[in-house]
């Protein structure tokens, strides 16, 4: 291997890895919250690609129908809950949050495809339409067993991927997807040409990182988050509610996850399945940052991304055995340096 | 309901599905085949995960390489299957062990993930190693013969699906229910209360998480030799999650909960690859994997027990005897009263730049109650994990009936001689008083894995059964031994783990602050039986901060305050000493 291709796979995995960041933080944000390892996220971000290329194909993605559909779910849930609860006085606010919320935001979507609308704006309809499914999601598979153990809600994130898979097939059909770059810009670096999607894609992250540190230190609503992420217990005496602090973080998530997708469409060709490797190495690169730090993770998700350029330069079949096989020595390395309080299993 | 019932209820099953290939269509009978294979995987996963509390993703792969090693052997190399299936069950296993011994230390979900790991790692490797057909698989591959009898129909390959399926229940229903098995059973307590039996925590994980495995390997096994043919697409991480869903479906640590799963996962299965098609024209094999995880997310969601449990709870329960008596299992050589027991030379620790233990040094002798009290943060619980190994000293030496313990891992010092009891509970709720007290004879019998599945430990079984009823009886716990610990009040959970610890055949008890919580009365008879046990000449260490009920029963007392040793004496002198009074009371009174 010379220099010059050891550059191009160094700037390569970089570019990889950015985008492994932003679905990385995204998972760092839902696991410090609501205590799930949100495997479904590298599904968002394949669904948000899938999306923005169905509106350049001047198609109404599958992604207004799952809304819908989800919508209907979790509204039907909140409705039942909060009767059950004896508070039907929530009920006018409910609808509107779960309901007419995303409805509203299916319509704007379809109203504005009509016009045919330029690049940017259909990257803002991608990145709406994608934006409720996580906290859909949140309300009807993991608010029901918000109090389970960690574990218990691994397990369903798990069964959640797979359900979404199917439905990714069945709103987007088999076939991959490739977006136009969204930027033909590129510069040569120190002898190496660097394309402006891959500048597009590191800057990306460093200001959506920038702006949840920001967001996180000196915003109210980023502080309580914070504070539920510490104790869910102490946060709801101090008034505030882990649900919501939840549906923000999946917000805030998914956005992230969103964005990731709109940066890799161009780069890779992503199919309705491509989310769960993106997920996984996004979330190998959160542990190496012990799912609890956003730099830690944003480091790690490149550490993973320049790993798997060079696996991939080296035997492109065994690429994800190797990116795989090296979370074990990282998992280990992770719990000896993380002290457990001890904690008995859930019977 | 009495054990022949069981019994004769256990034979009319084993007789139904003997005579199923007589009644059934042959489409049934593929399908029982298919359930008793992946029954196989699902009865391990319900010892590793519902028994042992270790989430396990990647069994897919463990099935996999047992497949895959029997296809090289049978298809590629024209060996016999048998050949195969040894081959295949040995590299199985050694591949298990070797990843449990570098994964099982992790903690929690930490494990589970890096199950997820090796068994994604592990699928991708099936579809691109060049000897093994990469994504087209392996063909061709021979049926199992019986002498010069080839099970080639899947009516005759029926019989030994299920006749595995069956031995495999009734040992792993011996395994549970022995020694080892109520190790394995007490996992999901926590490591600090399994070490504390004596018992080699990460060992018991390594051998439950190698039987899960092998038990895979079977299945591999059977799988290659019934379809003739392997491809990587049942092996990869979503059948993973299919068989921890049939264990969790069945009811997680029941293994007759494995099959009942993996029946009504491979049924629903196939229903609703049935019934989809009718609701969606064209898009069925999409929604079956939808349909499936949607059931599978209600079925957290609502029912986490699982079908069998769930049935239990309905069927009248088994009538069990009182065990009958036994040869008393061998005592240790008690140390002579008055002896140095235990030394504790200027032990310290430090956590960061907090000295919660700072030079402390006490004695206790063979025969006394010694009780280390101290205000709050005193150093008191620190002092107590020191002695049982949980945490280490920074310095000094700790030296127990002659022997330096200072570096000794817990279950080491437990073997030693020590038993100890904890200030929060730890029992297992959902196993009998008697099971309880079982596990304390841990360390003090031998029976291990083959004689426990294979019942070769009767006799032994026979002593620890009557040693535990007596040891229940002796702290006035022996009326109802088949109730569930979880059931008792909190005064007498605190009594069944001084039974338990009592069972271990100690030198030295250590209570960890066994008065808090407890009301009067309960008070009371806990120093009742702690004296009568005095009167055994057992020697006892309490940490306690409850003045008024160690003042009254113990024989000297060692005052600890802000980490450093205050004084120490009788508990007349200790009564009136003014640096006690002040740190009790913030100035004499």
Known sequence: ?347 | MTRLHVQLAAIAAVVCIALAPFVLSPFSITLMNYIGIYSLVAIGLALLTGVGGIVSFGQAAFVGIAAYATAWVSALNGYSPWLGLVFGVVLTCCVAAVLGLVTLRLQGHFLSLSTVAWGLAIGFLFGNVEGLGRFNGISSIPPISIGSFALVSSSQIYFLIWGIVAAVLLLGYNLLDSRLGRAMRALRGGNTLVESLGINAFRIKLVTFVIAAFLASLSGWLYAHMSRFISPGPFDAGMGIEYLMMSMVGGAGSLLGGVVGAAVVTLLKNSVQDYLPLIAKGASGQLEIVAFSALFILFLQWARQGIVPFVARYLPKVRRERPHPAPPLPRRAQPTPGELLLKVDGAERRFGGLVAVNNVSFEVRSGEILAVIGPNGAGKSTMFNCLTGALRVNKGEIVFAGRPITRDAQSRIAKAGVARTFQHVKLRPRMSLLENVMLGTYARTHAGLFAGAFRLNQREEASVRHEALMQLERVGLGEKPFELAGNLPLGNQRILEIARALAADPALLVLDEPAAGLRRQEKLRLAELLRSLRSDHLTILIVEHDMEFVMSLVDRIVVLDFGSKLCEGAPAAIRSDERVQEAYLGGVA
């Open chain 1, 1 to 347: 291997m010379t220099s010059d291709i050891a550059a191009i796979l160094g700037i390569d995995g970089i570019a990889t890895g950015a985008v492994y960041a932003l679905v990385a933080i995204g998972t760092v944000l839902i696991f410090t919250v609501t205590r799930v390892i949100f495997i479904p996220f590298g599904d968002i971000a394949a669904f948000t690609a899938l999306t923005l290329a169905a509106l350049d194909a001047k198609r109404f993605p599958g992604t207004g129908a799952l809304v819908v559909i989800l919508a209907c779910l979790a509204t039907l849930i909140e409705i039942i809950s909060l009767v059950r609860a004896g508070e039907i006085r929530l009920l006018p606010r409910a609808l509107f949050f779960y309901l007419a919320l995303p409805l509203a935001v299916v319509g704007l979507a379809w109203l504005t495809m009509r016009a045919e609308p330029p690049l940017a704006v259909r990257l803002v309809l991608a990145l709406m339409l994608i934006t409720p499914i996580a906290p859909l999601l949140d309300r009807i598979v993991f608010r029901p067993i918000a109090d389970g153990t960690v574990l218990l809600l691994l397990t369903v994130s798990v069964a959640l991927h797979y359900a979404l898979v199917g439905l990714g097939l069945l709103f987007f059909g088999p076939e991959g997807v490739r977006t136009e770059p969204l930027t033909s810009f590129s510069t040569e670096f120190a002898g190496v040409l660097v394309s402006g999607q891959t500048m597009l894609i590191v800057l990306a992250a460093l200001v959506f990182s920038g702006l949840l540190y920001l967001f996180f230190d000196f915003t109210l609503v980023g502080k309580s988050l914070r504070a539920t992420a510490v104790n869910r217990t102490g946060s709801r005496l101090m008034g505030i509610r882990p649900a919501r602090a939840g549906t923000i973080a999946y917000l805030l998530g998914s956005l992230m996850a969103g964005v990731s997708g709109i940066l890799i469409a161009p780069v890779n060709t992503v199919f309705y399945d491509s989310g769960f490797l993106i997920g996984l190495k996004a979330f190998v690169g959160a542990i190496v940052g012990g799912m609890t730090s956003y730099p830690g993770a944003a480091i790690g998700a490149v550490g993973v991304g320049i790993l798997e350029s060079f696996a991939s330069f080296e035997s492109s079949a065994l690429k994800d055995v190797i990116v795989f096989s090296l979370l074990i020595p990282i998992l280990i390395w992770r719990s000896l340096a993380s002290l457990h309080s001890e904690e008995e299993i859930e019977e």
